[in-house]
């Protein structure tokens, strides 16, 4: 695993502008970063990222079906009690899921580690399944890069196939894609999302996050007062349970993309039960709740995490039981988690983290995410990469 400097497009700029590629620089910080990129063996990927990103998935399912089942784990994972139903409801049916992240440290020696399944609303997909891809072909034509290069990175071909298997388990139902106001990244993710599923035959409709309505029968509906039957929220689960609407879930006729059984995956308390479950795994860094750090003696150093934390908020390092902030957030009164300290890899100034997505249970290709700092957030460096 090699971090490689290259020459930037000459229009890459302008690319963007006509692909829709409106925040390619954040808070006029670039975002997208081609100065540079990953260079990655076809051992390394299918052998230490894609192997046991499969590998893992199924593992964090095996936890959902032990969680559902059980009041205290339900409760140890912040559900809220009225909700328990709704979630145990979505996965004894099978509710079908979309896609999923896993983020990773890994150097390119050694078993990758497992920081946190992004499995609710991860985002970073349209840089990653078109984008880069994209730079890819721009760089091998021009030939800054070498014929042979390849990546990995099946994630758009994947979603379309995906949509269409869901249309087929969701007959008679057009899906409302939905996220956030303000955010060009949500909405940008979104709008991705909505291009596939209508590359896949769907009939869509889009609708803002806070203008979902409802109905004197409970129903929600959009603003042209459609009632919403199949919806896509970029939206977390466990946002959605605290909401003025929440007692209407479950109550109405919506399927979720991503169904209420994924509030378990993204949730942190998933680290600690995967390392009950499945202990010494070489891809699990020890972790554990904050009632059981009896059993994290023999750590000098832990990572401080809140249950609900995104993005890398509210991320503390304990170090001989003295504790310093590394990054700040509104994340906290749900509780915390204690993960072993395993740095992330430094590629010259920069750490350095490896996103790894799964679409239907598939592997499906990679992100690089890169900052001066230790924790990865919101508005840390995308490179692109490529195998050769």
């Known amino acids: 695993m090699l971090r490689m400097p290259i020459k930037e497009r000459a229009n890459w700029q302008q690319q963007a502008l006509e692909y829709g590629f409106k925040f390619h620089t954040l808070d006029g910080e670039k975002y997208w970063d081609e100065s540079a990129y990953y260079q990655f063996t076809l051992e390394q990927i299918e052998n230490d990222i894609e192997q046991p ?200 006729n919506v399927r979720y993309i991503e169904p209420p059984w994924k509030s378990i995956l993204s949730n942190k308390a998933l680290m600690p039960m995967l390392w009950k479950m499945f202990p010494n795994h070489p891809n699990l860094l020890a972790s554990f709740f904050e009632d059981e750090l009896s059993l994290a003696t023999q750590f000098d150093t832990l990572v401080k995490k809140p249950i609900f934390s995104r993005e890398g908020a509210n991320i503390s390092i304990v170090r001989n039981q003295q504790e310093e902030v590394a990054s700040q957030g509104p994340y906290g009164q749900e509780g915390y988690i204690y993960q072993a300290m395993h740095a992330l890899p430094m590629f010259g100034e920069n750490y350095t983290l490896v996103g790894s997505w799964l679409v239907d249970d598939e592997p499906a290709g990679i992100s690089i995410r890169e900052d001066a700092q230790l924790v990865t957030q919101d508005t840390s460096r995308y490179l692109p990469h490529i195998i050769l």
Not at 97 to 104: E, T, V
Not at 105 to 134: C, H, I, R, V
């Open 53 to 252: 990103t499969e590998e893992l998935h199924q593992m964090c399912l095996e936890v959902v079906d032990r969680v559902v089942k059980d009041d205290q784990l339900m409760k140890r994972f912040c559900i809220p009690q009225k909700q328990w139903d709704f979630v145990r409801t979505s996965w004894l049916n099978g509710d079908p899921s979309l896609y999923s992240r896993m983020d990773f440290a890994y150097s390119g020696k050694g078993p990758a580690k497992l920081y946190e399944n992004n499995a609710d609303t991860p985002t970073s997909l349209y840089e990653t399944g078109f984008w880069q891809w994209m730079w890819l072909q721009d760089n091998v034509d021009s030939r800054a890069l070498h014929r042979q290069s390849d990546q990995f990175n099946s994630l758009q071909d994947k979603l379309v196939n995906r949509f269409k298997d869901l249309q087929y388990l969701t007959p008679e139902r057009h899906l409302h894609f939905a996220c956030s106001k303000d955010t060009d990244e949500d909405r940008g993710t979104v709008q991705y999302l909505e291009d596939c599923a209508k590359a896949a035959g769907l009939e869509t409709h889009f609708v803002y996050t806070e203008d979902i309505g409802r109905d004197a029968a409970g129903n929600f509906t959009d603003l042209k007062d459609q009632v919403i039957t199949w919806l896509f929220k970029l939206y977390p689960w466990e946002f959605m349970f605290e909401e003025e609407f929440s007692g209407l879930l479950g109550q109405n």
